[in-house]
């Protein structure tokens, strides 16, 4: 049997007593392409922050690659093939699109991410820059400043600068949030193509209908605790699914 690129085990998550994550289990395996989904404030963002580190878990245990990371910090899994985006896109505003994914790309050059813009032979990094900005479509904003760029760009260069960390595992927080139907559509299809270009992809999204209509596999929680783990077409059969996702959310799928 294959060890699974990410394993969950038995995670729980308290803030100020009260309980964001009770006994959460499941695994991932190279390749797949799983959504996490559930109403809000059911704890799927804490579950991505105990991945990449921002917070750790008591209890439970996180494995990646073979390798225990729960007390790991994050420089240690970015290195290790973890990477993530954010809802709220957070570009540094002083560069340009190009060198912001640069920045991502010289982090294998030394451990200081702004370093890496002072390093002498920046080629490599620009040339990967360059590939990315043209995989996710935005090639052409290359040179653009990142003052007056539309959200769907933002959302692009954000994906392409987790991208170039060479991500084993890429994390996805909403990448599809504010966004209209067709630019949800087309981002939603780029986030496949990676997927199938041996990218391993973890997504948390309430635009139901993409989320049906590109993964794999859904996880569900609900007030902390997993309700559902399956193909996308059995888990939405889920009666309790249904109770407490569906009927949550109520009309606002693609909220």
């Known amino acids: 049997m294959m060890t699974p690129l990410l394993d969950i085990i038995r995670v729980g998550v308290e803030f100020g007593g009260v309980r964001a994550l009770a006994d959460v289990s499941f695994s991932i395996a190279t390749g797949e392409f799983l959504s996490l989904i559930g109403p809000n404030g059911a704890g ?7 991945i990449t580190g921002v917070i750790r878990p008591q209890p439970g245990q996180i494995v990646f690659s073979g390798k225990e990371i729960t007390g790991r910090p994050i420089h240690r899994r970015i290195r290790m093939g973890l990477a993530m985006t954010y809802q709220i896109v957070r570009p540094f505003r002083s560069m340009n699109v190009i060198d912001n994914v640069a920045l991502s790309a010289g982090h294998h050059q030394t451990r200081h991410a702004l370093k890496a813009m002072l390093l002498l032979n920046r ?5 990967t820059a360059k590939t990315l900005l043209e995989l996710v479509g935005i090639s052409k904003f290359a040179d653009h400043p990142i003052q007056g760029l539309p959200l ?5 260069l954000e994906l392409a600068r987790a991208l170039a960390l060479d991500p084993k595992l890429l994390l996805l927080d909403e990448p599809l949030a504010g966004l209209n139907s067709r630019e949800a559509s087309r981002l939603a299809d780029t986030i496949t193509a990676i997927n199938q270009n041996n990218v391993t992809v973890m997504m948390i999204e309430h ?10 596999r859904l996880v569900v929680l609900d007030n902390g605790r997993k309700i559902a783990d399956g193909k996308p077409e059995d888990v939405m059969a889920d009666p309790v699914v249904r109770s407490a996702y569906v009927g949550k959310e109520k009309q606002n799928v693609t909220a």
């Open 44 to 50: 799927k963002t804490t579950l991505i922050r105990a």
């Open 123 to 127: 080629g490599p990094a620009l040339k």
């Open 152 to 156: 769907g760009v933002l959302k692009r």
């Open 207 to 216: 635009n139901l209908g993409e989320v049906l209509r590109v993964s794999q």
